[in-house]
């Protein structure tokens, strides 16, 4: 997952438009487990046939931002008792490919997005990346896809890459052929925010956004289409259902059978009823493509989850959903139903992610979406084949969080026992940058200021990451992070005539 700072996959960044369409439908509550995807992956030598007879595989996204995950040849197997048939990766590691060259693994490396325009400019420059990079496993027919970026197109700061992707993507591909390796499908990978305002109610209303559809996207589709490639979408239900918790229920987005009478939602565009949010999302997905001229273009989920633990306000975010989620959406997508516009629809997919990733930034969930501890460790138990049914695997631990936090939150210094920071100079180095994002945000702890008092480093720190996250939150999906400095607390730092602003969940 791609999280910088501008663009934040929180529920503050997605749409909030009111998902009109759900209906009670009782018949609807015992068949909600019966509407998705199956599909083929990287394992498959030849095309899958449009018989449907392909084996189906369910991978994993191998993300390393951690200082504490186990060797590749450990982390693989891992991956193979989990089921897991294939491994993603976001860039091409000599190192990390051939472990999974060797696991039996299927595997997909991945083009980093700073190479995009010097690969674009260049067919000689994407021989030599080819050459150096995935000729040694020419032979290894495991490798099926090669991934050009991650998420090109949320990043609004580099929109020069924008228009340099297919160019990219077209001297990779001839590339690949020049080298034997013609098999290996290039795609790249889109997350949500590609659809306008990122709206998906109802499905049949997606679209992609005025200022990527013809500089990326239309080009895009038209090379999918002609080498008969995968478009390669992010879907997160978690996001979407966090948005709208309280018209979309927590069984919808979890794929779970609701509750007697049951739910459906209803798309007045087209006639069609949805038992669960992934097919949703990704039909509108299918709409967005259609309205750009390339309906036939296949579809693939190059990520999904649900993340295992989180802050305070990240309502949902539990073991119990996690798991709930990923066992469901394994079982779906071997159960070969496709979604309502395309039933039937066979797919690669890969769940997010191997590892929880302790260096990772931003959010408390940006640091548990795993499978596994580093230690080795399950979070839960799952079955990425999909055969395995529910009853089997063991109780899970009670969700206590299901619901926002009733209260105000504030965002403070991690402090030890002695009320210090444990490095002052990169508190500092936190507070200045905060500081300089809005003017005036910091004038309380300045002297003459009413939260001047007490002068120390973590009490002008605590007022300053409040005051940021107070001031943020909302706009741009602003986190108590800082780089790992600042922790949510439920008690109120404020002391005196010093009041430090809070932020209300939900």
């Given amino acids: 997952m791609l999280h910088p700072r501008y663009k934040q996959k929180s529920p503050a960044m997605l749409c909030h438009a009111i998902p009109l369409g759900f209906t009670s439908a009782m018949a609807m509550a015992s068949s909600s487990l019966t509407v998705l995807l199956s599909f083929i992956f990287l394992a498959i030598a030849a095309a899958e046939p449009a018989s449907g007879t392909a084996q189906h595989f369910l991978g994993v996204n191998y993300g390393r931002l951690g200082d504490d995950l186990p060797p590749p040849h450990i982390a693989l197997e891992f991956a193979r008792s989990a089921g897991a048939a294939a491994v993603r990766f976001y860039d091409a590691n000599a190192t990390f490919l051939a472990a999974a060259a060797s696991s039996g693994l299927g595997f997909v490396p991945a083009v980093p997005n700073e190479l995009i325009v010097s690969l674009a400019a260049s067919q000689r420059a994407a021989d030599a990346w080819v050459a150096s990079t995935l000729l040694p496993f020419r032979r290894n027919r495991r490798l099926r896809y090669l991934f050009v970026g991650n998420e090109v197109l949320s990043d609004p700061t580099t929109k020069s890459r924008w228009s340099r992707l297919v160019p990219a993507i077209t001297n990779l591909r001839r590339a690949l052929r020049r080298h034997g390796l013609s098999r290996v499908k290039v795609s790249t990978t889109l997350g949500m925010d590609a659809l306008v305002g990122q709206n998906v109610f109802p499905p049949s209303a997606g679209v992609f956004r005025p200022d990527i559809i013809d500089v990326a996207v239309r080009p895009l589709l038209a090379f999918l289409e002609r080498t008969d490639s995968y478009l390669f979408f992010d879907a997160y239900t978690y996001f979407t259902w966090s948005a709208n918790h309280t018209i979309v229920p927590l069984t919808y987005a979890l794929l779970e059978p609701s509750p007697a009478p049951g739910f459906q939602y209803h798309d007045p565009g087209t006639g069609l009823s949805y038992t669960n949010l992934l097919d949703h999302m990704l039909d509108a997905v299918v ?80 640091r548990h979406w795993g499978l596994f501890y580093p230690n080795g460790s399950a979070v839960y138990e799952v079955d990425l084949t999909g055969r395995r049914p529910a009853a089997p695997y063991p109780p899970l631990p009670p969700a206590t969080n299901d619901l926002p936090y009733p209260g105000k939150l504030w965002c403070v210094a991690r402090t030890d026992r002695h009320v210090a920071v444990a490095n002052e100079t990169a508190v500092r180095e936190q507070v200045a940058t905060a500081c300089a994002d809005e003017a005036g945000l910091c004038n309380p702890v300045r002297p003459g200021g009413e939260c001047h008092l007490p002068d120390t480093v973590a009490a002008h720190a605590s007022y300053v990451f409040s005051a940021h996250w107070n001031r943020f939150s909302k706009q741009y999906g602003g986190w108590c992070y800082f780089a790992g400095l600042a922790v949510e607390t439920t008690v109120d730092p404020s002391h005196g005539s010093c009041k430090f602003p809070s932020v209300t969940p939900g």
């Fill in 287 to 366: 709409a967005a493509m259609c309205r750009a001229g390339y309906c036939g273009v296949r579809l693939a989920l190059a990520e999904t989850g649900w993340p295992n633990a989180g802050d305070l306000n990240e309502f949902g975010a539990n073991v119990r959903n996690a798991a709930t989620y990923n066992r469901n959406v394994a079982r779906h997508l071997a159960s070969g139903a496709g979604t309502p516009r395309r039933p039937g629809m066979r797919m690669p997919a890969l769940v997010f992610a191997l590892f929880n990733e302790n260096l990772k930034g931003g959010p408390g969930t940006e």
